[in-house]
């Protein structure tokens, strides 16, 4: 089991920035991605970012270009830094993570979720 544990969030004025930490603990030894989700009133949960343990990014095109993701200072941490924060940009951010088997040739990916936090973008 993995479990993820999400600090930040909060009530953020538009224009502002926004930075998030998701720390990982328990079977993390084959942990391959992290990355945020956000789920907006309304609307489906999206990815927002994510980062791979080879280093590679993703980013949705909402955020593309005003926003990173990183690893932390400590292990099995990921940061999400959102900058010029839009109203659209407000929801419930759920930190991800995806641990990876290989036996045998068989691939099993297993997915673990953060228990959300809440993004307000308002003046």
């Known amino acids: 089991q993995v479990q993820l544990e999400e600090s930040g969030g909060g009530l953020v004025q538009p224009g502002g920035s926004l930075r998030l930490s998701c720390a990982a603990s328990?079977?993390?030894?084959?942990?391959?991605?992290m990355g945020w989700y956000r789920e907006a009133l309304g609307k489906e949960r999206e990815r927002v970012a994510a980062?791979?343990?080879?280093?590679?990014?993703y980013y949705t095109a909402s955020v593309k270009g005003r926003s990173t993701i990183s690893g932390g200072d400590a292990k099995h941490t990921v940061l999400l830094k959102i900058n010029s924060l839009k109203p659209e940009d407000t929801g419930v951010y759920y930190c991800?993570?995806?641990?990876?088997?290989?036996?045998?040739?068989?691939?099993?990916?297993?997915?673990?979720w953060g228990q959300g936090t809440q993004v307000t973008v308002s003046s």
């Open positions: 991800h993570a995806i641990r990876r088997t290989i036996t045998l040739g068989d691939t099993r990916d297993y997915h673990y």
């Open positions: 328990g079977t993390i030894f084959s942990l391959y991605v």
């Open positions: 980062i791979t343990s080879g280093g590679s990014t």
